[in-house]
């Protein structure tokens, strides 16, 4: 693709972004569901005008790697540990619940292969990070106890979707799971989220002193940006999302973090402030991006309308994806409300359910139907989540 062509993409993506976003958001509407119909309106949905390539993924990438860096350096630590519990059981009931029944359902009832049963029980798993924690931004109830266990619980089911992914994948060349294999990653992912708070303390206090060494603080912008970048590298390379690598490198630079072993390294309130500066309009620019992206990866033209059978697989399985995920707030206290909000704060598939419903496309194990009814069911559940949060929190 020619590069003018790009800066042309981006031109009409952020004005329509923003526009569009902040015009959803005076009338009531969290601004991310604009920016994911912007992407649907430009995308290969509707207008064709913009096709989803390498360029604008990769800016897409980092607009929710800064979002998510931005989350982990505004997040309480301590308040995550409160929750800890509460975040775990919700991760898994939400990541299992909707596995088991996608898997029976689509094997017993809508008489699918195994295989393909599988991989939509996988889809069906995931929670968009991204998406959730932007609208909760939007409502501005980040600080708030449900939302904490919100952002533990979607961190973990991350996780979760990784190592599934990975076995599913392997499953669908292979015919089997190297049960070795997927422990190694485990093993993989833990360590990286044990060590690598030491390793963003031990840089940020380097970076500090070579700021002061220089006698400039400019130099901390850029090399922080280069650490939120190092550690979604490292997090790739365990097997673990970028987003969490950015994530788990913001919660280590915030000022509410300490490691009770090395209280020496914690960051300093200056630093903290400089990083908040120079994190927020990057945050502000790119992080739309992201959500346009999202839009503009849906094609809904693979979708017949006038199908019966769609009609009915779509049904069943965007059922299975509603229950599994709200049902995964009422096993922990609170009231009804805070259970409602926890589970449908859950809901979005965006762009996870996206790749989950690719590598089944890629691995010949969708066909044309079964692909638009996953398709269909991302979609519902990805723009459902933000309106049900906002009428929830009224």
Same mark, same amino acid.
């Given at each position: 693709?020619?590069?003018h062509t ?9 004005? $329509? ?5 902040? %015009?959803?958001?005076? *009338? &009531? /509407?969290?601004?991310v569901?604009? #920016?994911? +119909? ?20 990769l ?9 998510l ?10 308040k ?14 939400g990541?299992?619940?909707p ?10 009832l809508l ?6 049963? $599988? ?5 069906l %798993?995931a929670t968009? *990070? &991204? /998406?959730?924690?932007?609208?909760? #931004?939007? +409502?501005?109830?980040?600080k ?9 619980a ?14 599913l994948?392997e ?5 089997t ?5 997927i ?12 060590l ?24 901390i ?18 097997g673990?999302p970028?987003?969490?690598g950015a ?17 020496f390294?914690?960051t300093?309130?200056k630093?903290?402030?400089?990083v908040?500066?120079t ?17 503009l990866?849906?094609n809904?033209?693979v979708?017949?309308?006038?199908s ?14 509603i229950v599994g995920?709200v ?9 009804l409300?805070e259970k ?12 996870v359910?996206l ?18 009814v ?21």
């Amino acid at each position: 693709m020619e590069l003018h062509t790009v800066f042309l993409y981006l031109a009409i993506i952020l004005f $329509l972004a923003r526009t569009v976003g902040d %015009t959803f958001s005076k *009338i &009531g /509407i969290p601004s991310v569901l604009g #920016e994911i +119909l912007v992407g649907v309106l430009l995308g290969q949905s509707i207008l064709g005008m913009v096709e989803p390539n390498q360029i604008l993924r990769l800016l897409a990438e980092i607009g929710v790697i800064l979002l998510l860096f931005q989350v982990g350096l505004e997040a309480d630590i301590h308040k995550l540990k409160e929750v800890g519990i509460s975040a775990f059981v919700v991760a898994s009931v939400g990541a299992f619940l909707p596995m088991i029944f996608g898997v029976a359902v689509s094997h017993y009832l809508l008489e699918l292969p195994l295989a393909v049963s $599988l991989f939509i029980g996988g889809t069906l %798993t995931a929670t968009s *990070i &991204g /998406i959730t924690v932007k609208v909760l #931004e939007d +409502l501005g109830k980040m600080k708030q106890r449900f939302a904490q266990i919100v952002l533990g619980a979607a961190v973990l089911d991350d996780i979760f979707g990784v190592v599934l992914l990975a076995a599913l994948y392997e499953f669908s060349k292979e015919g089997t799971i190297h049960f070795e294999a997927i422990t190694t990653l485990i093993l993989y992912i833990a360590t990286f989220f044990i060590l690598s708070p030491i390793i963003a303390q031990a840089l940020a206090k380097i970076i500090q002193h070579l700021s002061k060494a220089l006698g400039t603080e400019d130099f901390i912008p850029p090399t922080v940006v280069a650490v939120i970048f190092l550690f979604a590298y490292l997090a790739h390379q365990v097997g673990s999302p970028e987003i969490l690598g950015a994530f788990t490198a913001g919660l280590a630079l915030s000022r509410r973090f300490a490691l009770p072993f090395a209280v020496f390294l914690r960051t300093d309130e200056k630093m903290a402030h400089k990083v908040e500066q120079t994190i927020m309009p990057l945050v502000w620019v790119l992080t739309p991006l992201f959500f346009v992206y999202v839009g503009l990866e849906l094609n809904l033209k693979v979708i017949d309308f006038t199908s019966a059978k769609f009609w009915l697989m779509s049904t069943v399985l965007i059922f299975v994806a509603i229950v599994g995920k709200v049902a995964s707030g009422f096993f922990v206290k609170g009231s009804l409300k805070e259970k409602l909000l926890i589970g449908f704060s859950m809901l979005p598939r965006g762009e996870v359910g996206l790749i989950f419903a690719e590598f089944g496309r890629q691995a010949k194990l969708y066909d044309e139907l079964t692909y638009a009814v996953v398709i269909f069911a991302v979609a519902i559940t990805t723009f459902l989540a933000p309106i049900s949060l906002k009428l929830l929190s009224r």
